[in-house]
């Protein structure tokens, strides 16, 4: 089964930018959605950024809008979130998550973001 891994978090005062990187153990077309949600303490997880990945096709929360990125790179099997201008509300835990065409779930075991004012 195809696994997701995160990479590039960590810490950043407000207004900088972070890159984080999804890479999947396959080849990501078996992927029908790819996307990144994030947890904050005591809080639910959201959906920050999708994308489908056959058509390039994206939505991004409107938290984000504006200031997220969320791409990929077929050939290197990876999902990009770029992260602009960033608040301390933006502080979380990142999760890469992909659905395969047979609806199957997939989840990073997430990456921690901290933005400081």
């Known amino acids: 089964q195809v696994q997701l891994v995160e990479s590039g978090g960590g810490w950043v005062q407000a207004g900088g930018t972070l890159r984080l990187p999804c890479t999947a153990s396959?080849?990501?077309?078996?992927?029908?959605?790819m996307a990144w949600y994030r947890q904050a303490p005591g809080k639910q997880r959201e959906l920050v950024a999708g994308?489908?990945?056959?058509?390039?096709?994206?939505n991004y929360a409107d938290s984000v809008k504006g200031r997220f990125t969320i791409s990929r790179d077929i050939g290197k099997n990876t999902v990009y979130l770029q992260k602009n201008s960033l608040k301390p509300e933006d502080t979380a835990i990142y999760y890469c998550?992909?659905?395969?065409?047979?609806?199957?779930?997939?989840w990073g075991q997430g990456t921690q973001v901290t933005v400081s004012s």
């Open positions: 998550n992909g659905v395969t065409f047979a609806i199957v779930t997939r």
């Open positions: 994308i489908i990945v056959s058509g390039g096709r994206t």
């Open positions: 396959e080849n990501i077309f078996t992927m029908n959605t």
